[in-house]
């Protein structure tokens, strides 16, 4: 028995890949590669040392479904394939719920098909919109306001509704806050096509030369100095909390969301000097004006994971900026893009 993990070349995907393979879990990997590489798992490979089966196959093409679930004896999906730029989002809607929604619908039917009614989905702190109050707690109300998020809450909707028709699903439903860091081995980390729009990339590609300033959008917000505050969690604590959701939904069936934060907020001006503090660096940096549809403040209240699935994060602010910049250094401009378009995506790493 398998577990499916869908945009599992990726950020995310990659680091939960490794902390499953360490659990001992057979491993099927579906990459449509849009937003990533194929020498990202081979260095999971090199990593773990374990071996794992990969599609490099679309969501929305029905033939390569259903050919991972008729050739594969599946226990349960991770959900992570999706795209995630916001902006983007605002630009391209019609794009973004092709592949969101249409991608993710997909999916479910070939699990509802197949009896597979294990899942881990994937979302994101973001369908709490512009939260009252902090800390955000998963019942606080929810509002998406980009295209992006939307597909998030919509998703979170058909599961619910989809629980609603059958009770024998077991679903979790996974609200990220702001991950970040990488692999202590510095093999394997965020990799973003184009310039950055998140903090933490964008800082590192300032530390290496990369990009000249970092803006700082906005010192001018009701928050200790005027600067965002974000709930950053280092990506190997994300990884181990969808380790922990799995064995929750491998155990039991029914319906349960849970926030993924540290609890803690850290604005853009203390993330700036944790970076140049412990890496060493300066981060050359101005302010500028705010990036519209940005909030002050969001941080999470993670106690129902802690509670339910004895998960919470343990690594410092100070680690993640440390392994974000072991990642960075060790791996220059295109270094692990190799394979990308030249090479043959093989079937097992
Ligand atoms: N920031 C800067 N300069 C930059 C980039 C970011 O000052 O160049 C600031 C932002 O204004 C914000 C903070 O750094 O205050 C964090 O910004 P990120 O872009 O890193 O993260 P966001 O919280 O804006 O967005 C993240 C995810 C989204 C998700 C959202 C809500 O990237 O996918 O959290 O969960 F929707």
């Known amino acids: 028995m398998s577990i499916l993990v869908t945009g599992g070349a990726g950020y995310i995907g990659s680091h939960t890949i490794i902390e499953l393979l360490n659990a001992g879990y057979e491993i099927i990997v579906l990459d449509n590669f849009s937003n990533s590489y194929p020498e990202s798992l081979k260095r999971v490979h090199e990593i773990t040392g374990r071996d794992m089966k990969v599609y490099a196959i679309n969501l929305l093409e029905k033939d390569g479904l259903e050919e991972v679930f008729s050739e594969n004896k599946i226990q349960a999906v991770i959900h992570l394939a999706g795209m995630k730029a916001v902006g983007e989002s605002v630009e391209k809607p019609l794009k973004y719920y092709q592949n969101n929604l249409s991608g993710t619908l997909a999916l479910f039917q070939a699990m509802q098909k197949y009896s597979v009614k294990k899942l881990v989905f994937s979302s994101s702190a973001t369908v709490y919109g512009t939260p009252k109050t902090v800390p955000i707690k998963e019942d606080f109300p929810l509002k998406a306001t980009n295209p992006y998020g939307r597909t998030k809450l919509m998703v979170e909707e058909i599961l619910h509704d989809l629980y609603q028709s059958d009770n024998d699903w077991s679903i979790s439903i996974l609200r990220y806050f702001n991950p970040i860091g990488a692999h202590p081995s510095g093999m394997i980390g965020e990799d973003p096509a184009d310039i950055p729009n998140n903090l933490v990339p964008y800082i590192t590609k300032v530390a290496v030369g990369e990009l000249d300033e970092l803006k700082v959008f906005g010192a001018d917000y009701p928050t200790k100095d005027g600067t965002g505050v974000r709930d950053y969690i280092h990506v190997v604590d994300l990884a181990l909390g969808h380790v922990k959701a799995l064995e929750w939904n491998l155990s039991t069936t029914g319906l349960h969301t849970y926030n993924l ?85 093989e079937a097992t790493f």
Request: charged share 35%; glycine share 8%; proline share 4%.
């Open 261 to 345: 934060g540290t609890g803690k907020g850290y604005s853009v001006m203390e993330i700036i000097q944790a970076f140049e503090k412990t890496c060493g660096i300066k981060i050359p940096h101005s302010i500028s004006k705010r990036r519209p549809g940005d909030i002050a403040i969001s941080f999470a209240d993670p106690a129902k994971a802690e509670k339910e699935l004895n998960w919470s994060a343990s690594r410092s602010i100070e680690e993640m900026c440390v392994d974000s910049w072991r990642w960075q250094s060790n791996n220059r401009v295109g270094d692990n893009k190799k394979g990308k378009k030249d090479e043959e995506i």
